[in-house]
């Protein structure tokens, strides 16, 4: 048969790169709507090749869009000719395209597709966009589930190469699944710290010196001079409580010069960072913060559409279902290091927790509350800040709190030292140079009210809360020690 | 017909001499003097030389523990000294007899450490809340300075209100949880039945409403020196478990009035005084409504519960 005989020449092809030269009066159906209602429809979709196989006279495709595929069919018939068949089949995988087709139902449920109960006979395909022809990974390689390679013999992606090409990467089901999460983490961190009275506030990100001791800091030149990257918006929410704004939050990028190559450390991170006013007692503060992750927690379980998120990506990453208690279960610290050396742990009251002992204690805990998501109260104040507030007590301990996410610490936290005079005094305990934390005493000099807060990792709660780890998985453009791209 | 036939290997006939006694023993009233013992033992000890070691270890073994003794004595008054007039104030109001006064005791009825957390977690279902540990955690709070904390598990998505509150209005002065000398927490889960967890790497989780009951009511008596009343004690906590809690219409009937028989002749049902017998039988007598139609005995004897003062609770979330 030649080119002349193709009565389905107008069918298919490659049409000119879209430049907006036309706004055509179609609607394209997304692939998440085609359900048995729609059988017998012709209608339009957009999607990426997932895959395609010919057979004969027939060319079976999945159209990929997002996290939802289905099953196309070209067929040598009245509405495609052979060469049609053929041109589909040779579309290059992961390239766009728009299809016309008839939704028809199956008898037999598609198990490998999203949308099992139709499938798409296609009577019009046009690419939209090709793709190259050799993926530097591919899709299934990079879905499939860890360890299942190994046994069959089939392949899986390791990190860097997922890193390295983290577009195609980024379009797999389960990165779909995880930054949707992500995204719900942060809108139901925002919801409910604005339903609790709290205002968003934006801090700056460049700043003059050092916002907090311990971790170091990026240095970046600035005209003349130079800058740091803000390793933490402290000192602005603290501000932010001495101009009377009573309880503020924000959602921004935190930088961390730490040499860190761990599972869980990047040098830059989203911080979501809380800072309140109290009236009598920082355990105020405590249950307003442990509410809130509380909330976001019983959003993910209640909400159908983090579930399906949660199961995609268990699909890959199988781990067990997050568990909490509400209200939060607190601990103190001595509670800790007596259950630590219930189980042979030596260390002093006073020691702090290193990361086993923090995983054991998630364990402990894990037994007796089962309970994924705790509060540990009452830190050592010879391991924390020199701002953390003494206990007024027992001066061996501070009013400061870490919370823990499956026996990982992803908030820290204080009552701070409002009082300039007291500070100064922690700060010469320290050894800080009192000319460089100036202007945060400064700040405390002209009546500040009784405060505590404390910041979390975006990427780390979500890693955590999924059961992942590695927080490069929910980190979308990681940044560590090691990768400065893409 | 016997399916094999075999010889006798012995005669059926033959007379033993079986020895009636096992070990003879020379005759102690038949020595003449206490003297006379003391130089026979001695004589013994040297004849035989493990009698000799053994004392030597068992010497050994007691010094070990007067030793013990001691530094448990030295870390009780250097950590529980607060504690001690706490105990001494409750004492006074306890009505419980027989009880033991301060956290060294607590430490050795919970075996565990001192220092350590003495926190008990309990795990319920909200859909059947056990009543009869409410009443015991009043019981622990007349005996005990004890932190309460109600929660609820992630694997149940609503309790009802009065379940958050059961334990009574939440201590919020910010006190550490050090200085309490019990902490009770009830997590309301998604659980087939009762669990108490306490030392998990010591000991397994205690599971069933009754089994956890007894638990907690060991805080609060030394242990029962009456083998009799401790089993007719447990009789009752079986009885209201499997018969009034799970039984037929029949079975609670028959329960009834075997608690009528029993309460014409006393006052409590185990006992001088309310125990865990009267507190299982009154608490499923109200939660399976059974309380409304019973003999006069009987509901004076629910009235007497009521009035101990232990029952607020119960009676407040029946009325809801």
Known sequence: MTDEDDFAEDRYGVPPMLQSQARLDRVLVRVQDLTAEKAGQLLWVRARIHTSRAKGKQCFLVLRQQQFNVQALVAVGDRASKQMVKFAANITKESIVDVEGVVRKVEQKIESCTQQDVELHIERIFVVSQAEPRLPLQLEDAVRPEGEGDEEGRATVNQDTRLDNR?????????????????????????????????????????????????????????KTSAYLAQSPQLYKQMCICADFDKVFCVGPVFRAEDSNTHRHLTEFVGLDIEMTFNYHYHEVVESIADTMVQIFKGLRDRYEFQTEIQTVNKQYPSEPFKFLEPTLRLEYWEAVAMLRQAGVEMGDEDDLSTPNEKLLGRLVKEKYDTDFYVLDKYPLAVRPFYTMPDPSNPKYSNSYDMFMRGEEILSGAQRVHDAELLTERALHHNIDLEKIKAYIDSFRFGAPPHAGGGIGLERVTMLYLGLHNVRQTSMFPRDPKRLTP | MSMYQIRPTSRSDVEFDLPICMYKLANIHSQQSRRADDDEAHQNWQVYPEVKALQNRQDEIMRQLYELEAVVSGLTKMVNTPDVDLDAASMSQASVGSALSNSLDLDQLLRQDCGTPRDIVINA?????????????????????????????????????????????????????????????????????????????????????GNVARFLYRLLLAPAKDPALATVMDSWVDTALFQLAEGCAKEQKAVVQALNFTLTKNLWLAGPELSLADVLCACWLMQTGIAATVPIKVHKWLESCENSGHFCGVYSLLRK
């Open chain 1, 167 to 223: 577009v195609i990467d980024l379009r797999t089901t389960t990165s779909q699944a995880i930054f949707r999460l992500q995204s719900g983490v942060c809108q139901l961190f925002r919801d409910t710290l604005t339903s609790k009275g709290f205002v968003e506030i934006q801090t700056p990100k460049i700043i003059s010196a050092a916002s907090e001791g311990g971790a170091n800091v990026f240095t970046v030149s600035y005209f």
């Open chain 2, 125 to 209: 279902n909200p859909a059947q809340p056990p009543l009869s540990l409410l009443v015991l955690h009043s019981m622990l709070c007349q005996r005990y300075s004890v932190l309460s904390g109600i929660h609820m598990h992630s694997s149940v998505f609503a309790v009802p209100p009065e379940l958050l509150s059961c334990l009574g209005p939440p201590i919020i002065n910010g006190c550490s949880r050090q200085h309490f000398q019990l902490i009770f927490t009830i997590i309301w889960k998604d659980v087939p039945r009762v669990q108490l967890k306490f030392n998990t790497r010591r000991m397994c989780t205690v599971e069933g409403e």
